[in-house]
């Protein structure tokens, strides 16, 4: 298994062009690491588990449950599992970490600020 991942190493397995806009970097129990770069526009749905965004290249703005804010790099983007969201208005170069975990339908979120 990998313990260690980089952007280099992980954007040489990527073709947005071609469709090839994912990959994954490792996966531990419910945890998996991705590195993730849309082309043109986000096409992605919710997801069944919470994830973390970590913004490593570009800017644009993000869409999640009804609200738009900017990002940028070395920026961290929480969505719980099953809410929308999307990267919007984004530039060329953007690249994402993704790190999802925990139980499909997400964690107990009582207690999470929005």
């Known amino acids: 298994m990998h313990y260690r991942l980089t952007l280099t190493q992980m954007l040489g397995s990527l073709d947005p062009p071609a469709g090839k806009t ?4 490792f996966r531990h129990g419910s945890m998996s690491i991705e590195l993730y770069r849309p ?3 986000d096409l992605q749905q919710p997801h ?4 973390i965004y970590v913004v490593a290249t570009g800017r644009g703005i993000f869409f999640r449950g009804g609200e738009r804010v900017p990002f940028g790099p070395n ?3 929480f969505v719980p599992a099953g809410m929308e969201h ?3 208005h984004f530039t060329d170069d953007l690249a994402v970490w993704v790190i999802f975990y925990g139980p499909e339908g997400g964690e107990n979120n009582s207690n999470l600020q929005a």
Do not use: P, S
């Open 22 to 25: 994912f990959e994954e970097g």
């Open 39 to 41: 082309y043109l526009q």
């Open 48 to 51: 069944l588990q919470d994830e």
């Open 75 to 77: 920026d961290v983007l």
């Open 86 to 88: 999307r990267f919007e």
